[in-house]
């Protein structure tokens, strides 16, 4: 084999003839394929062994040279987050993202670089909502070529060759498309960007985004969906998740407001069915998070999932999982694409966890619900202006995997006093069951904006038919004052919203704050539900409180499954932990000590007949890959 280094630009790279053993297994897109599964057959780690665990290798982010510099001349704005990559393998090849926008390419075997590009994403400031915040890449190829797709913070989406490491010239604009052009209206770049990896299917680049949060006025990006031709990077087709005029669901916003309203934007992990040609589009909240007095209607396709046909972009189907959203319950993970059998009857399904706490499950060609979901009666806003829907949608089956609004079966109840001083705590807010809306007084709610369910997402075993889902407890209070006339042309906005505390110090509600939930997807029902991590355990008993066993923890990133296997990672309390639990049962086999936080979501794959499993720990001027693997 040939090595040899250059530097072009901010290019550098080592080109190579790698020989791919008959003995690798792929880890070729983000969920693991393009149904977010998130399983792998590799059964070479397993119940037996676990614990026999090592360090394979370790990679030092090339953002923890970048940091201290940026950070001397831009102030502490440009510093990056948590290291949130999940990398992909192919062609025994690890491609991965850094939370500055650099794109890597690595020897999965040793942890080795082969080549650096950086879109130096941070040259145009801070990205909107969280900063620096990227999950990963996209891998494509044809006859001729092979190329990762990256769509950064900063709102542009590159080309590049995996084997050189070098921008695809003919794609675009010297390897990249500008992504605030070609949405209908003019769209601020520090208002918009991208956090997650493109979806390739069927030769179509498609692509997402994130849009502020916050915003000052009613006008904001809006969310549309576009899908990209991976030679050129012409626009193939573009979904409007908030229809325009003569578009099905124009009529869903009122007084016009579907001509400044934004958001409503797909920011987390798509899926797609790649044989059916038919992609799935989780929908977020339309502007803005906390009042619709300006955007009156049921504003779809906000928070609602969507079937649209890979080839055109035309919509196949749709269900809203929440009208006119006021409580940032957006769908804030990847759909799972599932083959369940339910009363004797095959189904290609998908399911989609939800912040509320829910698991929608559907028929993936149809849109059909598996099991029945009933609209039921909701509170009513108090805000002057705000039109609620008066239902919402509720899945009969599953269960919710969260509990849901503030009352007696969900206040901490340790003892007598406890629990009495919590009522005294919420007397203050507004409170009740889920779809309690924001007011002017402040509302408790509860699951909160994290979940629930968050974008880590959950993992489908084909081979028995559970389902995973990893979620926290917390609630929080949305407070929403007036809107200052000479600052906003909104009449709303969010006040605050922070957590509220319960009695001395300990949690309003009841635990287990972080659970892993397996449900039974043939049947809609829990298999079990395990608190995630020891939690305040220690705490809870230090203030005299009988031992309640584990408490959960609210840090969670997402599963990875093995034929064996089941891995989640967690900071639970001190500790950096990677555990392996029984599938079947929920126990904890294994325990294994992670030099930093983790904040990826694993994954696992095969080089030269060995299996590695890796994750994303760390931040800041610290962010590493840690491969582990059985020291053969």
């Keep these: ?85 999940t990398p992909i393998v192919v062609n025994g090849i690890m491609y991965l993202p850094t939370t500055y926008g650099q794109i890597i390419s690595l020897d999965p075997a040793s942890g080795e670089t082969y080549w650096v590009f950086d879109t130096k994403t941070y040259q145009d400031g801070r990205p909107t909502n969280l900063g620096f915040n990227v999950r990963g890449v996209a891998y494509w190829e044809d006859s001729r070529k092979t190329r990762i797709f990256f769509a950064t ?34 769209v601020d770049r520090s208002q918009y960007g991208v956090v997650s990896p493109p979806l390739v299917s069927n030769n179509k680049v498609i692509v997402n985004s994130i849009v502020i949060d916050g915003p000052r006025n009613k006008e904001a990006p809006p969310g549309h969906v576009r899908a990209f031709n991976p030679h050129t990077g012409e626009i193939e087709w573009k979904f409007n998740t908030i229809p325009q005029v003569g578009e ?20 987390t992990i798509m899926s797609a069915d790649d044989e059916l040609g038919i992609v799935y589009l989780p929908i977020g909240t339309p502007t803005n998070d906390w009042y619709g007095g300006l955007r009156k209607g049921d504003n779809l396709f906000a928070e609602s999932l969507v079937a649209v046909d890979v080839k055109n972009g035309e919509l196949l189907w749709h269900f809203q999982m929440v009208h006119h959203g006021v409580w940032d319950y957006d769908l804030p993970a990847a759909p799972t694409l599932i083959d369940i059998t339910v009363d004797d009857r095959s189904i290609k399904a998908v399911a989609q966890i939800s912040k509320q706490g829910f698991t929608y499950v559907f028929d993936r060609i149809t849109g059909a619900p598996v099991w029945p979901i009933e609209e039921r009666a909701v509170p009513q806003s108090t805000v002057p202006g705000e039109q609620l829907s008066l239902t919402q949608p509720f899945p009969t089956k599953p269960a919710a995997f969260e509990p849901q609004g503030i009352n007696d079966d969900t206040l901490i109840d340790f003892t007598p006093q406890l629990r009495e001083e919590a009522l005294q705590n919420i007397e203050r807010f507004d409170y009740g069951p889920l779809f309690t809306p924001p007011s002017l007084r402040g509302a408790i709610q509860f699951p909160g904006w994290a ?70 997807m043939n049947t809609g029902e829990h298999e079990w539900v395990i608190p995630h991590g020891e939690g305040i355990r220690q705490e809870i008993i230090s203030k005299g409180i009988i031992d309640p066993g584990p408490v959960g923890s609210t840090h969670r990133v997402g599963p990875v499954l093995t034929e064996s296997l089941l ?43 060995k299996q590695f499993i890796v994750i994303a720990v760390g931040g800041r001027q610290d962010a590493r890959l840690v491969a582990l693997s059985l020291p053969l």
């Design 451 to 520: 979940g629930g369910g968050e974008w880590h997402g959950a993992a489908f075993d084909p081979q028995s038919g559970l389902y995973y889902v990893p979620s926290a407890s917390g609630p929080i209070v949305v407070q929403l004052t007036e809107a200052d006339p000479s600052e906003s042309n909104l009449i709303y906005r969010r006040g605050g919203a922070r957590s509220v505390s319960g009695p001395q110090g300990l949690p309003l509600t009841k635990p287990p704050y972080g659970r892993i939930t397996a449900i039974n």
């Design 567 to 609: 891995f989640f990672a967690q900071i639970d309390g001190d500790r950096n932990l990677l555990r392996a639990f029984d599938k079947a049962s929920g126990l904890v086999i294994y325990e294994h000590e992670l030099p930093l936080a983790p904040q990826g979501t694993p994954m696992t794959y095969m080089v030269d007949g």
């Design 248 to 267: 099905f669901g124009n009529d869903t916003w009122l007084e016009g407001s579907w001509e400044y309203s934004g958001n409503t934007n797909a920011w």
């Design 1 to 85: 084999m040939k090595n040899f280094r250059f530097s072009l630009g901010f290019l550098t790279c080592s080109l190579m003839t790698v020989q791919v053993s008959a003995q690798n297994v792929d880890w070729p897109s983000y969920g693991g394929d393009n149904g977010s599964n998130k399983y792998s057959a590799l059964n070479q780690i397993n119940s037996d062994n676990v614990s026999q665990l090592v360090t394979a290798w370790e990679w030092d982010s090339p953002d923890n040279a970048l940091v201290a510099d940026i950070m001397q001349s831009s102030g502490p704005m440009l510093r990056p987050g948590p290291f949130k990559s």
């Design 153 to 186: 913070n900063n709102s542009y989406l590159w080309s590049i060759d995996s084997n050189s490491g070098l921008p695809d010239p003919e794609f675009g604009e010297n390897g990249r498309v500008d992504l605030t052009l070609g949405l209908g209206r003019e």
